[in-house]
């Protein structure tokens, strides 16, 4: 009866590696309900259990309707053709053979003799079956960390510490167990180790889930952050827009009654009169006209605002800029990247009492995407676990939000990033290949 719990425990194990390397490389299909993904992961571990139930001695036929029953079953679940499945289910059972050789092997030639792995209740080769299934399931783990895509595969080496730390734990305990229990003749002692055995390897799928779980919902919230900041900043750059826009309305109308004024003086052959009213509006058109044109209409917008924004607060704003219309950041990603850098820069800015200046430049060169905004601080900024400490006291939630934004956009387009702060002077610098 224990052998059949034991086998069975072991399959579902197994199902749901299979299923794990899957997602390494695929995508679930968004079409499937949770119960429908249920069924057919119940549906995998049927034809696993009854494949090893009835074809235990034919090795061959055995392992064909094991790789068929996943290729068809994970085709289903996953969004992907019955070819790519087949490629997948190869890999995933070429990964568990290689593992269970390695293990037998080793065990064999390290701690048993030959032809003793099933003495003793057969206890020494049902933990090297467990071993081994930890050794795959661990080796899954490390192909989701160098190969997911997922934002909760995607994270820090310390995260990641998180999912591999219990199964690199349960497989030191399963080969202190094998070297020390190998000869076991109590039927009690080896049931309880059975369990033993048997409860780490389920407690690793429990506590990978787990992780999993609060790490989907870490990265949740931190999507609802950085949407919440997007929308703060792009209301702000369209209400600039808006306020730019009524005031060239206004403009537009007065230009038209300067035109009536001076058409009078002309007619009146007040020359003189006419001659000081057209240079009167013409330095006042000058100083309110948009001075930054990239031929890029959100950044002409962004720069425009924070510019006047910039003079407005007696901060020297200097700035150099090309064509930038061929740029390849999308409109969203370009408005968090600059409304953050800016207002940083701004805010650092005001705080100095002596020298106020932003350097700004965003070009084209040699097909890269150069930007780079740099102003005076009045104390030193605190750079640490690649954020930066925000003085912001007015929303303390938003700490550092800014900065990781612009680093995970800078990411996403392979761009590089380089943070300086030295001599007064904070500098963040981005490459992007165009």
């Excluded at 390397?21 to 429908?36: A, G, H, I, M, T």
């Excluded at 048993?112 to 080769?125: D, F, I, N, P, W």
């Excluded at 048997?198 to 799928?205: H, Q, R």
């Excluded at 953050?340 to 097909?367: H, M, R």
Aim: with cysteine.
């Amino acid at each position: 009866m224990f052998t059949y719990f034991f086998s069975l425990v072991i399959i579902i194990f197994e199902a749901i590696c299979c299923n794990l390397f899957y997602d390494v490389f695929c995508k679930e299909n968004s079409r499937l309900r949770k119960s429908q993904k249920v069924l057919l992961m119940l549906s995998l571990i049927c034809c696993y259990y009854l494949c090893g139930l009835f074809l235990s001695d034919m090795l061959i036929l055995k392992m064909t309707l094991v790789v068929l029953a996943a290729v068809i079953i994970m085709s289903f679940y996953f969004e992907i053709s019955i070819k790519k499945s087949v490629i997948f289910a190869l890999l995933y059972q070429g990964l568990s053979i290689i593992v269970d050789y390695i293990a037998y092997i080793s065990n064999n030639t390290i701690i048993s003799k030959a032809g003793e792995v099933q003495k003793g209740y057969a206890l020494e080769g049902s933990l090297v079956v467990i071993f081994s299934k930890i050794t795959v399931f661990l080796c899954i783990l490390l192909l989701k960390k160098h190969f997911g895509k997922k934002s909760t595969e995607t994270l820090p080496d310390k995260i990641w510490g998180r999912f591999l730390f219990f199964p690199v734990f349960t497989i030191i305990t399963i080969i202190a167990m094998i070297m020390t229990f190998q000869y076991t003749k109590n039927e009690v002692q080896a049931n309880v180790l059975y369990f033993i055995s048997l409860g780490l390897a389920v407690m690793n799928i429990f506590v990978y889930f787990l992780i999993n779980d609060i790490v989907t919902s870490e990265a949740k919230l931190h999507e609802k952050e950085i949407l919440g900041l997007q929308f703060k900043n792009q209301i702000d750059m369209y209400r600039s827009i808006s306020e730019n826009y009524e005031i060239q309305k206004k403009k537009s109308h007065e230009f038209k009654n300067h035109i009536l004024c001076i058409e009078s003086l002309l007619k009146a052959h007040e020359y003189d009169k006419a001659s000081k009213y057209v240079r009167n509006i013409s330095n006042t058109f000058i100083g309110e006209k948009n001075v930054i044109n990239t031929n890029h209409v959100i950044i002409n917008a962004i720069l425009n605002t924070k510019y006047q924004e910039a003079i407005s607060k007696n901060i020297v704003f200097v700035f150099k800029v090309n064509d930038l219309s061929k740029i390849v950041i999308e409109d969203e990603d370009l408005v968090v990247i600059l409304a953050n850098l800016l207002n940083n820069a701004i805010e650092a800015c005001e705080k100095c009492e002596e020298k106020k200046t932003i350097k700004l430049k965003f070009v084209i060169e040699e097909n890269l995407i150069v930007l780079s905004v740099k102003n005076t601080c009045s104390h030193p900024i605190i750079y640490s676990d690649n954020e930066i400490k925000t003085s912001k006291k007015d929303e303390p939630e938003m700490h550092g939000i800014g900065i990781k934004n612009i680093i995970q956009i800078v990411e996403k387009y392979n761009g590089e990033y380089v943070i300086k702060n030295e001599n007064n002077e904070f500098s963040f610098s981005i490459i992007i290949p165009l």
